[in-house]
């Protein structure tokens, strides 16, 4: 098992090497109590510990000793004039009879890294494919730090239309990224990387420059009125920059604060909200909308919705696509809806379809959609003609 402290250079700069060192002896005493006679510990390197066992044999057992390791640390650590939330991300392999101890490390690393990619504070455990996703993971985040500033990045476009009417409230920016070898390459595939590799700070603040430019040139060919929405992740919102950097986009551009939403997903806001609910209120402060994407996929901030300043839920198109068809996906759009309807807010559906879909969207008073039915993401150029093709704007 190799194992790494999560995030453990932060502890000692907010607090200093002694804290760092009382931090990384607790944690030694407590991986040691959970080591069987014969298992081996070792630190082998600043905020690594390694552990040899030849005591077990099965999958079950391994997984259950990695869960006990990564709870115990979890528990809080007293350092005195603090108490400090530490957690380890564990890489396990196993040994067939042919790996060298060397080669059995590597392996581990390479799972580990795959705990730390997949959030932390948990552990994952090698196979056959472990080294090739990591090392293509690793030429992403390469590429990607290469790719930023050289225009590679894009903002494209989605409208999205009110229900009642089909006029234009405005666009969701997504990023695209025009990869040199692999061609034109959507969010989906590239941003979750940059958000676990922290490049998300410098490219989402790049992305959210380029779609202000590009709206201000929608706002000169139709005039004001369309909204521009805007997909922060976690950590960007978490990130120093981020205020000033939409005030000042906000204070130089033609749109007026409430022509800006800022979406978040739920599931970012699951963990430890309370920093990301101080933000979002200085972001409402500037007069911002806020708006919660791929709502429903989180599950529990339903309880929480009322402490997020937001105005706007985003339902999921994993619901939308199964309105008609699957009755637990139409059940959880309607009480979203009637959710949003008795709190006051907007709701927004996404990946809208089939006329079907949009259909019951309206009947069930859902106030505007996004999707495919209407038009795909489209680059600048595109959604210009899109609107002088006479599309009519939301009064
Ligand atoms: P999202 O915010 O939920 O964006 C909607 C995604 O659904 C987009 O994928 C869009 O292209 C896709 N989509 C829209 N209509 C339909 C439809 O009718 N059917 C189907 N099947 N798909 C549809 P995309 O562009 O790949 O973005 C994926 C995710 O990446 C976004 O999900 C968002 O969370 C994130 N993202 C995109 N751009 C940015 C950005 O600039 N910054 C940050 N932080 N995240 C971004
Ligand atoms: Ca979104
Ligand atoms: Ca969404």
Same mark, same amino acid.
């Given at each position: 098992?190799?194992?790494?402290?999560?995030?453990?250079?932060?502890?000692?700069?907010?607090?200093?090497?002694?804290?760092?060192?009382?931090?990384?002896?607790?944690?030694?005493?407590?991986?040691?109590?959970?080591?069987?006679?014969?298992?081996?510990?070792?630190?082998?390197?600043?905020?690594?510990?390694?552990?040899?066992?030849?005591?077990?044999?099965?999958?079950?057992?391994?997984?259950?000793?990695?869960?006990?390791?990564?709870?115990?640390?979890?528990?809080?650590?007293?350092?005195?004039?603090?108490?400090?939330?530490?957690?380890?991300?564990?890489?396990?392999?196993?040994?067939?009879?042919?790996?060298?101890?060397?080669?059995?490390?590597?392996?581990?690393?390479?799972?580990?890294?795959?705990?730390?990619?997949?959030?932390?504070?948990?552990?994952?455990?090698?196979?056959?494919?472990?080294?090739?996703?990591?090392?293509?993971?690793?030429?992403?985040?390469?590429?990607?730090?290469?790719?930023?500033?050289?225009?590679?990045?894009?903002?494209?476009?989605?409208?999205?239309?009110?229900?009642?009417?089909?006029?234009?409230?405005?666009?969701?920016?997504?990023?695209?990224?025009?990869?040199?070898?692999?061609?034109?390459?959507?969010?989906?595939?590239?941003?979750?990387?940059?958000?676990?590799?922290?490049?998300?700070?410098?490219?989402?603040?790049?992305?959210?420059?380029?779609?202000?430019?590009?709206?201000?040139?929608?706002?000169?060919?139709?005039?004001?009125?369309?909204?521009?929405?805007?997909?922060?992740?976690?950590?960007?919102?978490?990130?120093?920059?981020?205020?000033?950097?939409?005030?000042?986009?906000?204070?130089?551009?033609?749109?007026?604060?409430? @022509? +800006?939403? /800022?979406?978040?997903?739920?599931?970012? &806001?699951?963990?430890? #909200?309370?920093? *990301?609910?101080?933000? $979002?209120?200085?972001?409402?402060?500037?007069?911002?909308?806020?708006?919660?994407?791929?709502?429903?996929?989180?599950?529990?901030?339903?309880?929480?919705?009322?402490?997020?300043?937001?105005?706007?839920?985003?339902?999921?198109?994993?619901?939308?696509?199964?309105?008609?068809?699957?009755?637990?996906?139409?059940?959880?759009?309607?009480?979203?809806?009637?959710?949003?309807?008795?709190?006051?807010?907007?709701?927004?559906?996404?990946?809208?379809?089939?006329?079907?879909?949009?259909?019951?969207?309206? @009947? +069930?008073? /859902?106030?505007?959609?996004?999707?495919? &039915?209407?038009?795909? #993401?489209?680059? *600048?150029?595109?959604? $210009?003609?899109?609107?002088?093709?006479?599309?009519?704007?939301?009064?």
């Amino acid at each position: 098992m190799f194992i790494d402290l999560d995030g453990f250079k932060e502890v000692n700069d907010a607090y200093g090497h002694a804290a760092g060192d009382r931090v990384l002896t607790t944690i030694a005493d407590r991986l040691r109590t959970l080591l069987r006679e014969g298992d081996l510990v070792g630190r082998v390197g600043g905020d690594e510990f390694v552990i040899v066992s030849t005591q077990i044999s099965d999958a079950a057992a391994v997984a259950a000793v990695a869960d006990r390791m990564v709870g115990a640390v979890a528990q809080p650590i007293d350092i005195g004039h603090a108490s400090i939330d530490q957690t380890v991300s564990i890489g396990v392999a196993t040994a067939e009879t042919s790996v060298t101890a060397e080669a059995l490390l590597a392996r581990a690393d390479f799972a580990m890294y795959e705990a730390k990619q997949a959030g932390r504070n948990r552990w994952a455990v090698y196979d056959d494919n472990t080294r090739q996703r990591v090392e293509s993971n690793r030429q992403l985040i390469a590429d990607l730090r290469s790719g930023l500033g050289t225009g590679q990045f894009e903002i494209w476009l989605q409208p999205e239309l009110r229900l009642a009417d089909d006029a234009l409230v405005g666009f969701e920016a997504l990023a695209r990224w025009h990869h040199p070898t692999r061609g034109l390459v959507p969010a989906a595939e590239f941003i979750e990387a940059a958000e676990s590799s922290g490049l998300i700070v410098e490219l989402g603040n790049e992305l959210v420059r380029t779609a202000f430019g590009q709206m201000a040139l929608i706002v000169d060919a139709i005039g004001r009125g369309p909204r521009l929405r805007i997909n922060l992740s976690r950590r960007q919102l978490l990130s120093d920059s981020i205020l000033d950097l939409i005030s000042d986009e906000l204070d130089r551009s033609a749109l007026a604060p409430e @022509d +800006l939403c /800022c979406e978040i997903t739920e599931t970012a &806001l699951i963990d430890d #909200p309370d920093g *990301l609910v101080q933000r $979002l209120e200085r972001l409402r402060d500037l007069g911002v909308e806020l708006a919660i994407d791929d709502f429903g996929t989180g599950y529990s901030s339903l309880t929480h919705l009322h402490v997020f300043p937001v105005g706007v839920l985003k339902i999921d198109r994993s619901f939308v696509a199964g309105l008609g068809t699957d009755h637990e996906a139409t059940m959880i759009v309607r009480s979203v809806l009637g959710l949003a309807k008795s709190l006051d807010l907007e709701v927004v559906a996404e990946g809208v379809e089939t006329e079907a879909q949009r259909q019951m969207l309206l @009947d +069930l008073g /859902c106030d505007s959609a996004q999707g495919y &039915l209407f038009a795909k #993401p489209m680059p *600048l150029a595109e959604a $210009l003609t899109y609107i002088s093709s006479g599309v009519v704007q939301a009064s």
